[in-house]
């Protein structure tokens, strides 16, 4: 599929029309913005601005969550308008992270992944896999994934047909680990993670654990994968038919001091 049709089905399934859980969606004439029922960060998913009215949507939506008391994230991507949007974000207090690469792939009946040997992945369904998974990322990344641990069991609870986790396990040690949203009312699935401890690196754990959830998604009908990339991961997803489609940018908001 072109790339320009792939960005508009994923502009209006992902950015415009879904509804996440846990997050209550409301829809301005300017931004679709979503506002966490668990006391976490909010987020915008879409904006349609102008260079005429950028900056005061921008000062309204950041009013508007400190009044609720709730920091949040502007998502901006790179084929976003204005052109300057990130850099208007930035000159209100937002700040930055690095872009990651847009990538999304469409599971045909005849991708090589469904017939990828998958059979060393476990799935992974019960609070000590959870841990397992954060005190990895812990390695992995060097800063504590508490936050992150707290939503995927409680996620788990509450949504368990729209979360799925796997690893790959060594001498009954996690060495790699991802996991995979449905996302809600689209036909997409979102992938996250894809971490491997250092040691066991170049084994093609990341490509097994992708394969593994690309299986699942077409098993439960959802044809499109999606995944925000660092540059690592790209050269991977590229190699496997993952499409760039731009680039995305988590603009966090300013504190609420």
């Not at 502009?11 to 301005?28: F, K, L, M, W």
């Not at 401890?197 to 959802?222: C, I, M, N, Q």
Request: with cysteine; hydrophobic share 35%; proline share 4%.
């Amino acid at each position: 599929m072109e790339a320009n049709k792939l960005r508009e089905i994923f502009n209006d399934q992902i950015r415009i029309q879904s509804i996440p859980e846990g997050y209550h969606r409301q829809a301005t004439e300017e931004v679709i913005r979503h506002v966490s029922l668990y006391g976490e960060k909010g987020f915008i998913s879409f904006s349609d601005l102008t260079k005429e009215n950028a900056e005061k949507i921008v000062e309204r939506e950041t009013n508007y969550f400190k009044k609720i008391n709730q920091r949040f994230e502007w998502k901006a991507y790179s084929y976003d308008q204005p052109e300057n949007l990130v850099e208007i974000l930035e000159a209100k207090g937002f700040d930055k992270e690095d872009p990651e690469a847009l990538m999304i792939m469409e599971v045909t009946n005849d991708h090589p992944f469904l017939q990828y040997n998958t059979s060393h992945v476990k799935e992974i369904t019960d609070k000590k896999g959870i841990q397992e998974i954060i005190q990895l990322e812990d390695r992995v990344w060097n800063f504590p994934h508490e936050d992150l641990g707290e939503r995927l069991w409680r996620d788990k609870q509450i949504i368990p047909d729209y979360l799925f986790l796997y690893g790959v396990y060594e001498n009954n040690q996690l060495v790699s680990a991802a996991w995979m949203y449905i996302e809600n009312q689209t036909s997409f699935t979102s992938l996250w993670g894809g971490s491997t401890l250092p040691d066991f690196r170049g084994k093609g754990y990341y490509t097994s654990l992708l394969a593994a959830r690309a299986k699942r998604a077409y098993v439960e009908g959802y044809p499109y994968l999606t995944v925000d990339a660092s540059p690592m991961s790209r050269t991977i997803l590229e190699k496997n038919g993952f499409q760039f489609l731009g680039y995305s940018y988590g603009c966090q908001s300013p504190s609420l001091n």
